[in-house]
C-alpha cells in the first residue's frame, strides 16, 4: 500500500498563523488594521523562515530570531516597528504554546522592548499667529473655521472632544466649556477673550447661515446641520496651515500641544494645565516640561561661549 503523501511542512507555520489570526479576530476583537499589521508581521517572518529552508515553527531558535532582527535591522526598519515585530511574533509563539504545551517558544525568555517617549510637537507663537490670522469676513465657513481654530487653541480640547461641542456647553458670560471628554469624565475648561469675540461672531452671524432654519444641538455644524467629523476638521487645518505658509506637517492635536507647551513656558502651574487637558495622570502633561527643557538646552547651547 502506497503510503500517503506527507504535507507540505510549508503549511505548517501558514496554517499556525491563520490560527492566530483568526483568534485575535473572535477572541481579542482586535481592530482590522492591527490585524492586517500582525498578518504583514508574520508573513515577513515567514519569508525569512523559507530562504532559510526553516518550515515549521517548532524549527525556530533563539538564534534564528536573532538572526531576523539582524536582517530587518540591515534593511532599514525603524526600532519602533521591530519593536512592534517582536511584540507580534511574541504574541504568536504564546499562542502556539497555549495551544499546544510544550510547543517551542524561543521568544519565552525575550522581554518586550520599552517604548521611549516621544515628545510632541508644538508650533511656535509665529506659526500660531501665521495660522490664526484673522480670515475673510465675508466667507461664513471662513468664520465657522476661525472660531474653531481659536477656541482649539485657548483650551487645548481634543479635536473630538471640539467637533462634538453641545451648544449648551459654551458659557459665554463666564467664558468656559463645559467638556465631557475620555472616561466620560466632564471637566470645565476656560477660554479667553479673543476666542469668545470669535465665537459670539460666529454664533450671531455665521451658525443661523449654514443651519439654513435648521436646528441643531451642535455648537460648530457643518453644511448638512450637523456635527463636523474629525477628518474634515483635520483636513481645515491642514488647508489653513499651507494657507498660511506654514512648512510643518500640523494636525488639530498640535494646537493642543501649543496650548500647553506655551502655558507652562510662561509659568502656569503644572496642575492646572492637566486639570484643562483632561489628563488624569499628571505624568502625562510632565511630558511638556520635557518641551521647553529642551528648548532651553538648544538656547544654551546655541548662544553660550562655550557651550
Not at 499556525?16 to 488594521?33: D, F, G, H, V
Not at 479635536?159 to 451648544?167: F, I
Request: net charge positive; with cysteine; proline share 6%.
Amino acid at each position: 500500500m502506497t503510503p500517503p503523501p506527507s504535507p507540505d511542512p510549508q503549511d505548517a507555520f501558514t496554517s499556525s498563523t491563520e490560527r492566530y489570526l483568526q483568534y485575535l479576530i473572535t477572541e481579542k476583537r482586535l481592530a482590522p488594521n492591527t490585524i492586517e499589521a500582525y498578518h504583514n508581521d508574520l508573513g515577513q517572518f515567514h519569508r525569512f523562515l523559507k530562504s532559510r529552508r526553516i518550515s515549521s515553527p517548532d524549527k525556530v531558535s533563539l538564534l534564528l530570531v536573532q538572526k531576523f532582527f539582524k536582517h530587518c535591522h540591515h534593511r532599514g526598519f525603524s526600532a519602533s516597528s521591530n519593536a512592534r515585530r517582536v511584540s507580534t511574533l511574541k504574541g504568536f509563539f504564546n499562542y502556539l504554546q497555549q495551544e499546544t504545551p510544550g510547543h517551542n517558544n524561543p521568544f519565552a525568555i525575550i522581554d518586550l522592548p520599552r517604548k521611549g517617549s516621544q515628545l510632541p510637537k508644538a508650533l511656535t507663537l509665529a506659526e500660531i499667529n501665521l495660522l490664526l490670522n484673522p480670515p475673510n469676513l465675508k466667507n461664513p465657513l471662513a468664520l465657522r473655521n476661525h472660531a474653531m481654530l481659536q477656541l482649539l487653541y485657548s483650551t487645548g480640547l481634543r479635536v473630538s472632544e471640539l467637533v462634538n461641542l453641545p451648544l449648551a456647553s459654551c458659557n459665554l458670560t463666564g467664558c468656559h466649556l463645559r467638556v465631557m471628554g475620555k472616561g466620560s469624565k466632564e471637566r470645565m475648561v476656560p477660554f479667553g477673550s479673543v476666542a469668545k469675540e470669535a465665537i459670539e461672531t460666529y454664533l450671531s452671524t455665521t451658525r443661523p447661515l449654514i443651519l439654513k432654519g435648521r436646528k441643531s444641538n451642535s455648537l460648530f455644524v457643518s453644511n448638512r446641520g450637523k456635527a463636523m467629523s474629525r477628518t474634515r476638521f483635520w483636513q481645515i487645518v491642514r488647508e489653513y496651515a499651507r494657507g498660511a505658509g506654514i512648512k510643518k506637517d500640523i494636525s488639530p492635536h498640535m494646537l493642543r500641544h501649543s496650548f500647553a507647551t506655551h502655558l507652562l513656558s510662561r509659568g502656569a502651574d503644572l496642575r492646572a494645565v492637566q486639570m484643562m487637558l483632561g489628563h488624569s495622570d499628571i505624568s502625562t502633561t510632565q511630558i511638556y516640561t520635557h518641551i521647553d527643557q529642551d528648548r532651553l538646552k538648544a538656547s544654551h547651547t546655541k548662544f553660550h561661549p562655550r557651550g
